[in-house]
């Protein structure tokens, strides 16, 4: 751009705009395919954790491969991986570290583990969350996984997949007023558009309540045992909401509104057209343990 230095934040705004812009003129979602339904796996399995909540590492690898074998219709995981990741690939696990409720270590290593096991160089992945933005892998990722829990949120009514993104935007308080409404703006950035090839938001023990800014308390976190996997982050987060509103329903006895609600789900469907939050067209595959699955 002529007599202006061109700065990188400059860059991000730009290309969303320009983003934008193509997706006025074609109303096409884009994790969604026009025509059919959004497929969701939601995967459980009653030994995942134990009683103090530690994941055994045999079955969370079980259970991922499973998932991505039934989500891309595959003869097992390694076909399914390679439907998705190519060994020339710069892959991105975009995971979640808030302390009280973290990506459990060995779901990214079960990531971890298939992609290499696809040809891509270990020197060529990264899992990172807060530093994603100055992660040399993260600044030329050429395909990006997406996991971490499902919480009930102080900003956004819940922290999903689609928040999950926040930090890939430069000012990520940007994002933050009307209760995040715009969280599916962040999908539209040039450092992620189009790079996303799984999303895993994690159910093995959910926080369906809290106060405040960073409240928890184990009195509102439950064994669900479960994971959601989806190539539709806006179908996956669906899901997950709704099982944390049943499980609120559940708890307190009567319907218990999230405060604040978590619009930005619905609003990544009808605003920015970036997947699909309508039931009607999110094909749920259920599979595992049914005990009390709220949905």
């Known amino acids: ?9 400059d860059f991000l705004k730009t290309g969303a705009i320009a983003t934008g812009a193509v997706l006025l003129n074609n109303p096409i ?10 497929k969701v796996i939601l995967l459980r399995n009653q030994n995942i954790v134990d009683a103090k909540g530690n994941v055994n590492p045999e079955i969370m690898q079980k259970m991922i491969d499973e ?21 020339s690939d710069v892959v991105g696990i975009k ?11 060995e779901l990214e290593e079960a990531l971890q583990k298939r992609v290499i096991e696809t040809g891509v160089s270990k020197e060529n992945i990264s899992i990172d969350d807060r530093g994603i ?5 993260f600044n030329k990722a050429t395909a990006l996984i997406n ?26 308080s940007d994002y933050h007023p009307d209760s995040c409404a715009d969280l599916a703006a962040v999908w539209k950035l040039p450092n992620v558009n189009g790079k996303t090839k799984l999303n895993v938001l994690v159910m093995l023990t959910p926080l369906f309540h809290s106060v405040g800014p960073h409240g928890f308390s184990e009195e509102y976190v439950w064994q669900y045992k479960g994971i959601i996997v989806g190539t539709d982050p806006v179908a ?5 909401l709704k099982i944390i ?23 990544a469907d009808t605003r920015h057209r970036l997947g699909t939050a309508d039931f009607n067209k999110i094909e749920l595959v259920k599979i595992g343990w049914k005990e009390n699955i709220l949905i």
């Not at 979602?29 to 339904?37: D, I, P, R, T």
């Not at 998932?67 to 060994?87: C, G, M, N, R, Y």
């Not at 302390?99 to 270590?105: F, G």
């Open 95 to 105: 995971t979640n570290k808030w302390d009280y409720l973290h990506t459990p270590t």
């Open 147 to 172: 996991t971490r829990p499902m919480r009930t949120h102080y900003w956004s009514g819940v922290g999903s997949l689609i928040k999950n993104y926040i930090m890939f935007a430069e000012k990520p």
């Open 67 to 87: 998932a991505v074998t039934v989500l891309f219709d595959t003869k097992d995981a390694q076909s399914a991986w390679e439907k998705i990741i190519k060994p």
């Open 133 to 137: 933005f100055r992660n040399p892998i």
């Open 1 to 9: 751009m002529e007599g202006k230095n061109f700065t990188r934040r």
């Open 29 to 38: 979602k884009l994790f969604a395919v026009e025509g059919s339904k959004s």
């Open 245 to 267: 509103e049943a499980k609120r329903k559940e708890f307190f006895g009567e319907d218990k509104p999230l405060n604040p609600p978590a619009k930005h789900i619905e609003l």
């Open 236 to 240: 996956c987060d669906a899901v997950g």
